[in-house]
């Protein structure tokens, strides 16, 4: 497993950009795919996007794609979630988290993540 801690979230005004970051411990890091999942007041979880350990895919929430960009550097054990265009209904708890080999739709699923973090608070005013 690898120890995840989440960083960058903050208050921006809505149509606005924030980069939120994920830096990861353990010398794995790179066989993990990783996700950012994010939590409204009140709401269940919800996956937003997905990287697989190779770096060949990325996947995207509907309601985030062609706004957020996950990337990774794998020299740096860090992976990130480039938010654009931001909306209040974006706003939320992100989480990083990380799964093993993971891949496809398989990654779409918050019960396959071995690692969590604590998550970071992203605000989107009007």
């Known amino acids: 497993q690898v120890q995840l801690v989440e960083s960058g979230g903050g208050l921006v005004q809505a149509g606005g950009s924030l980069r939120v970051s994920c830096a990861a411990s353990?010398?794995?890091?790179?066989?993990?795919?990783m996700g950012w999942f994010r939590r409204a007041p009140g709401k269940e979880r919800e996956f937003a996007a997905a990287?697989?350990?190779?770096?060949?895919?990325?996947y995207y929430a509907d309601s985030v794609k062609g706004r957020f960009t996950i990337s990774r550097d794998n020299a740096k054990n860090t992976v990130y979630l480039r938010m654009n265009s931001l909306k209040p209904e974006d706003t939320a708890v992100y989480y990083c988290?990380?799964?093993?080999?993971?891949?496809?739709?398989?990654?779409?699923?918050?019960?396959?993540?071995?690692?969590w973090g604590q998550g970071t608070q992203v605000t989107v005013s009007s």
């Open positions: 353990g010398r794995t890091f790179s066989l993990y795919a």
């Open positions: 990287i697989t350990w190779s770096g060949g895919s990325t």
């Open positions: 988290a990380a799964r093993y080999k993971g891949y496809g739709r398989n990654l779409y699923d918050d019960a396959g993540y071995e690692s």
